[in-house]
């Protein structure tokens, strides 16, 4: 595949810009990639693993001449950061996001976009509950979802380059509308975030079962089960903040199911509950089969070594 971005500009190089990176590499997508992150320890990292061509000290000089401009900070601070590099973006070039909220994203740049740049919100629905910069690796966006997000009145010749560049990294394309991607994401990654995030919690708070006990008798599911409570906690917390009406929607529909199965339970309805986990059941192995995920043992995943 032909160099689609002469120089791209990550800001921001944890998981997701860190997989970007070396997916654009090794898909020879882009003639340079330069990287700026906040923390002086990540850009020292970035640089000793030599996880972008050229990282530099500050967001004004990343996105100097690039053509293509990833921001992959917490949703929370979008807004900033794009006030802080519009000054510095030549005339044609391209802005796109990587956050797991739309609406308030588009809210928070689109205003800062300079006449004669283009911006186009983008989510890689990839990534696991590691952050940081040694967590990126090439393969992340294989086989999984890109939600692409226009705003109105894209230029369609760079929506169809950025879609292109996306199945280049190895994702598949979905094009979606702010408000209705912001209520998916509710459903599939937010809301049950929000719920692993509880169930440790409850766990932590349950006296009668120790910190020990938890951990020792972990594989009974309360492992895979909670595995995403570990993730980065700055980026759930703006998650919820920017997307709570969606969140809070599907909150309350899960509450209502909640309180179902609460009910068949104190009354034994062995049916409902047999009906109830049949129909979830063959949600589950549609995942596996649309190669969302794997049934192997252990979800697919090597054993942790001791």
Request: charged fraction near 20%; glycine fraction near 8%.
């Amino acid at each position: 595949m032909p160099v689609m971005y002469n120089r791209v500009a990550l800001i921001g190089l944890g998981l997701i810009a860190g997989s970007m990176s070396l997916a654009i590499r090794r898909g020879k997508l882009a003639g340079e990639i330069v990287g700026f992150a906040k923390s002086a320890e990540t850009r020292a990292v970035a640089q000793e693993i030599n996880l972008v061509d050229r990282v530099v000290a500050s967001a004004a000089e990343a996105v100097q001449d690039a053509d293509l401009i990833v921001l992959a900070v917490p949703v929370g601070a979008m807004g900033s950061v794009m006030a802080e590099i519009a000054p510095h973006l030549k005339p044609g070039a391209v802005v796109t996001d990587v956050g797991s909220v739309k609406r308030s994203v588009f809210d928070a740049v689109i205003p800062h976009i300079p006449t004669g740049v283009h911006f186009i919100g983008t989510h890689p629905m990839a990534g696991t509950e590691h952050s940081g910069p040694r967590s990126g690796f090439a393969t992340l966006f294989d086989n999984r979802w890109c939600l692409i997000v226009p705003p109105e009145g894209v230029d369609q010749s760079e929506l169809d380059r950025l879609c292109a560049f996306w199945r280049g990294i190895g994702s598949n394309i979905e094009i979606m509308e702010p408000d209705h991607h912001d209520l998916v994401c509710a459903v599939v990654s937010h809301t049950p975030h929000l719920i692993a995030y509880t169930m440790v919690g409850v766990a932590d708070d349950l006296r009668r079962v120790t910190d020990q006990e938890v951990i020792k008798f972990s594989a009974a599911g309360f492992r895979d089960f909670t595995r995403i409570a570990a993730s980065d906690p700055t980026m759930w917390r703006d998650v919820f903040l920017t997307n709570k009406d969606a969140t809070l929607e599907i909150l309350g529909r899960f509450t209502e199911e909640l309180f179902a199965l609460q009910r068949a339970i104190r009354q034994g309805d062995g049916q409902q509950l047999f009906d109830y986990f049949t129909r979830t059941r063959a949600i589950r192995r549609g995942i596996i089969e649309a190669g969302q995920d794997t049934s192997a043992p252990d979800f697919g995943r090597a054993p942790t070594k001791s």
